[in-house]
């Protein structure tokens, strides 16, 4: 049959999120010199405004039950084949049945997933439907080593890749490219933890990370004397990581010079800001790895398997690591101080070598 559009680009877009944010603009650009496809369309939420890689149509208010899956189920059926962008994509049910239905009607074979994590399940019958979507779909591409060994347990005979988080193709645009820049202070980046998919937190343990995070910024100052900076990840109304930015900053003693930045929707504009830094202290994983792009030390608040995963990978060294429920501010403001004053330890990975990584994804 005729189809419409190359290619359905599938992914969490549209929800005020700079990590995804990110996933949606390489994957656009790959999809354009990589892949040769001008006739794309994306799922988006809400509209998508930058500049730099175009606007994304959001998805239309829904009129009635199932309307907006039934216009994914179109568009699919419009395409050549459906690719799935990035992210910790594959752990729900529903959510990997209901990738599945879009792979056949697309097509198997062209149909993709790239740059993302595996697991893990939140049930059996979801690892089953890991397993069938795997050997469903025409290429994956994982982006940590443990994605890899849990969908080669699942599916040894798909075609399954140990391939790269996509963030590091932002370093090939060319006439994007991030500029060094003077740097000066620090950046922090914290994050609500979810206890459930309704976004529902832990407030006794959201309050001790809280507290941790103020003694930390005043420890940093006392030792460093670096102007604070804090800045959005997530814009999102409820998830945002605003929220937590405005707890710390009531608390935090009048004499530390301390900036809030709002979420920006623009990734390439973060990098940038990200490269005049002289440091970052991040809890989200690509305010991790964007530091690591543009060369700005960064102390990698653990949350997660995936930013213990990204650290390992990279190699952050292990000083530089520190579980967000036992941050010892003391030690981390010390970490800093060092750093400003006799340098700080290298990643065992440089970006240029992520950004080839990156590109197997597309390979």
């Known amino acids: 049959m005729f189809k419409q559009f190359q290619t359905y680009l599938m992914g969490y877009y549209g929800m005020k999120n700079t990590g995804d944010d990110i996933l949606l603009y390489t994957s656009r650009w790959a999809i354009q010199n990589q892949l040769a496809d001008n006739q794309v369309k994306v799922s988006c939420l809400a509209d998508v405004k930058c500049d730099e890689f175009g606007n994304v149509d959001g998805l239309p208010a829904s009129k009635f039950r199932g309307h907006h899956r039934f216009l994914h189920y179109k568009n699919a059926l419009q395409s050549e084949k459906v690719i799935f962008g990035g992210g910790s994509v594959l752990h729900s049910e529903k959510d990997i049945q209901f990738k599945r239905h879009l792979v056949r009607l697309a097509g198997t074979k062209q149909s993709r997933c790239v740059g993302v994590g595996i697991g893990p399940f939140e049930s059996k019958k979801a690892e089953n439907a890991c397993r069938l979507f795997l050997n469903e779909c025409g290429f994956i591409g994982v982006r940590d080593p443990e994605s890899y060994a849990l969908g080669k347990a699942l599916a040894p005979n798909a075609n399954l890749h140990l391939t790269f988080d996509l963030a590091p193709l932002l370093l090939c645009h060319q006439d994007q490219k991030w500029t060094a820049i003077d740097r000066k202070g620090v950046m922090f980046n914290f994050c609500q933890l979810a206890t459930d998919a309704f976004g529902n937190v832990n407030e006794t343990n959201e309050q001790q990370r809280i507290d941790m995070a103020v003694q930390s910024i005043e420890e940093v100052w006392q030792k460093t004397h670096e102007p604070i900076y804090l800045l959005d990840f997530n814009g999102h109304e409820q998830f945002g990581d605003f929220h937590v930015h405005q707890k710390i900053m009531q608390r935090v003693s009048n004499d530390v010079v301390i900036t809030h930045i709002p979420y920006d929707p623009n990734p390439l504009k973060v990098l940038q800001r990200i490269a005049g830094f002289k440091a970052t202290v991040a809890m989200r994983l690509h305010a991790v790895i964007l530091s690591f792009l543009v060369n700005t030390p960064v102390i990698s ?42 340098g700080f330890a ?17 390979s």
């Not at 990204?310 to 030690?331: M, N, R, T």
């Not at 290298?346 to 597309?362: G, S």
């Open 301 to 342: 608040i653990n949350y997660h398997n995936k930013c213990r995963s990204w650290c390992k990978q990279v190699g952050v060294p292990e000083q530089y690591q520190f579980d967000a429920d036992d941050i010892v501010p003391e030690l981390l403001a010390s970490q800093l101080a060092e750093g400003f004053g006799t």
């Open 346 to 362: 290298k990643t065992t990975m440089n970006p240029e070598e992520a950004r080839v990584l990156a590109l197997r994804n597309w």
